[in-house]
């Protein structure tokens, strides 16, 4: 052997990289995202006992909420459903289908805020599906679930909405069980049992919200995405949802179509806002612009079609992170929003998720039949909120909210792709505290100071 080979066996390796034992990694993972339950918790029970309850007007961060508290006061107290035909205890939203009422109700001898917490239970459930949902997508890591619990849980507008009177907790935890069930149903071959139970979720939904119908959308694309099942298995599956659907949520339509001649209230719903801002309201009409610094109206020239969009957007984006209203502005549901830089920091980690698609790290992704369910998903849900707000001036983000699953998975996705394995625990410690920073902004800066 020559000395020159010698001395090359003799020179020591570089120490290879540290292997993650899995069972610790996954412990780590599921005591971040328990911390972050645990933060959401408090802070939303906190906005339950801060946030004045209304007799009349809203906030927008407890969106219609005395009309809600109007709907749980009859079904508790006269035990009956609301009619149109009701003048008093302000209950405009009638014509919600009844199951997040009925459940309210169990809550109203604790009066309102017993009833918020019930929200806020909800909210903290949700927040387990998401991780269950990101479990499924990611087989070999439970970092991208652990993301999305984190993601999720600091949002201070979600922690708002989920501590008040309203459904739209409960649509967001039925539209996350029910996008669950699909992940599962096409993993265990769409038998007819899983055909059952997604058909269950969908019309359980859609008792909690009319908006619960958009999953039928991504349950066609289950049907229609799924590997494995032959063509006879997709139709029977399909057959079997269909079937449930009608069970679960027919007679709420047929009774809509006996009371009031619309099955889906839809032209009903039309005339119950007839008295809210339109779109034409602001196009054409006023000398508006917002400015994409801090979300103000300020004087500009007469407002386009694409000048509304622009400000639908940008209120949209900053309600979708903070924003309250003041007791004051409570008559129109005014939103007040946060300095811009907390809004800017609100967004870093959306801007790091893009920035780890884009790279194309390697890194484990959701199999393409998952990426269309949810994809599906999404895109219903935000056509839906396109086409409310082309013709109602609702710039509100909760109207996202009932596609939290694929939103947080496209953001944790991005976030584990650009970080790796190794470094994922460190990035939801950061986005846990930044979601802690913000939540404590809301809250002590805005809500507390407003309402005293």
Known sequence: MSRRRSERSQTPKPPAAPSIDPSRARRMYRLIAALAVLGFVLAACTHAF??????????????????????????????????????????????????YYLTAALAWPAGPRGVRLLGVLTGAATLTLLYL?????????????????????????????????????????????GAVALLMAARAGLTPRWGVICGAAVAVATLTKASGLLLTAPLLATAAVAVGPTRRQRLIWLSCAVAAMAVGSGWWFARNARLYGDATLTRVFAREFAGTARAADWIGKRQLRVDPASGSLVPGPRMTRAGYTALVADWTSRTFVAAYTSVRGAAIGMPIFMPPQLYVLAWLPVAAALLGWLLHREAETPSRADAVVLGVLLAATAAAFAGFTWTYFQAQGRYLYPAMLPLTALVAGGLYRLSGEERTRAVAAGCAALGAILSAALLFAGVMPAYG
């Open 50 to 99: 801060t946030t004045p309850v209304l007799t009349e007007g809203s906030f927008i961060n407890a969106p219609d909420e005395a009309a809600h508290v109007g709907y749980v006061r009859v079904l508790a107290e006269q035990r009956r459903l609301p009619l149109r035909t009701d003048t008093t205890d302000h209950t405009y939203e009638w014509h919600q289908p009844p199951l």
């Open 133 to 177: 949902g990101g479990c499924l997508l990611w087989r070999r890591s439970e970092a991208p679930a652990c993301l999305m619990v984190v993601l999720a849980a600091g949002l201070p507008m979600r922690q708002a909405v989920c501590a008040s009177v309203g459904n739209d907790a409960a649509t967001e935890f039925w539209f996350t069980a």
